[in-house]
């Protein structure tokens, strides 16, 4: 069965430090892979989306970046944090195929920025 | 372009009460449409999904919902709320054509005693 795996699970940085969250998933391959964002009291704000190694498709501009360095490895960072980056980081995979397939969610990342 | 409206921001019932948590999509083609729930500070779990087969759909935990092509409409119910639902629910699309999920804004659902 698949499974996906992010952490940590809660972050506290400094403004201005970077920023380095690592989602992995097991069990497919070749899936396509998001990074989400949620603000306190919003809804899901999609960052970046990945369909294959070193693909990565950004929705907004921003001071986050992503890299795919392995087919089931999706990593969210920056170089320097701002007070406005805190919020509630998931990664999503979902199959390839597309067709008629929901996304599959990791628990989430609580990050606040101090 | 995709998009999902999710009509009410926050639902509030009282247990054993129906649940109607309304979604409305827009696609340009047959799209995917599926319910997701969300608890405190937890990931999203998948409640139910259509994909062009019946159109009304039954998922975990009681709820359902029913695909309205006139409509455009994909609304979540379930016949009885337990103080377990109360949590939030996203309404998303999926367009056939690509890999994009497009989330709706989310529904509060809390469920008085």
């Known amino acids: 069965s698949q499974t996906i795996h992010q952490w940590p699970a809660t972050l506290v940085q400094p403004v201005g430090s970077p920023l380095s969250l690592e989602c992995t998933v097991e069990?497919?391959?070749?899936?396509?892979l998001y990074w989400y964002r949620q603000a306190a009291g919003r809804g899901l704000q999609l960052l970046f989306y990945?369909?294959?190694?070193?693909?990565i498709s950004s929705e907004v501009p921003q001071n986050l970046s992503a890299s795919r360095p392995q087919d089931r490895q999706f990593i969210l960072s920056s170089k320097k944090l701002l007070l406005s980056d805190s919020g509630f980081y998931l990664c999503?995979?979902?199959?390839?195929?597309?067709?008629?397939?929901?996304?599959?969610f990791g628990q989430g990342t609580r990050l606040t920025v101090v | 372009a995709q998009s999902v409206t999710q009509l009410d921001s926050h639902v509030s019932v009282s247990e054993g009460t129906p649940v109607l948590l309304r979604c409305n999509y827009s696609s340009s083609y047959s799209p995917s449409l599926f319910w997701y729930v969300q608890h405190p500070n937890k990931g999203l779990q998948l409640l139910l999904k259509y994909t062009s087969a019946a159109t009304l759909v039954k998922g975990i935990n009681g709820f359902e919902a029913e695909f309205k092509k006139s409509e455009t409409s994909f609304h979540l119910t379930k016949p009885s709320a337990h103080m377990s639902d109360a949590a939030e629910y996203f309404c998303?699309?999926?367009?056939?054509?690509?890999?994009?999920?497009?989330f709706g804004g989310g529904t509060r659902l809390m469920v008085k005693p």
């Open positions: 999503a995979w979902s199959d390839y195929r597309g067709l008629g397939t929901e996304a599959f």
């Open positions: 990945s369909v294959g190694i070193g693909q």
């Open positions: 069990g497919t391959s070749n899936p396509n």
């Open positions: 998303v699309v999926r367009n056939n054509a690509g890999n994009m999920l497009t």
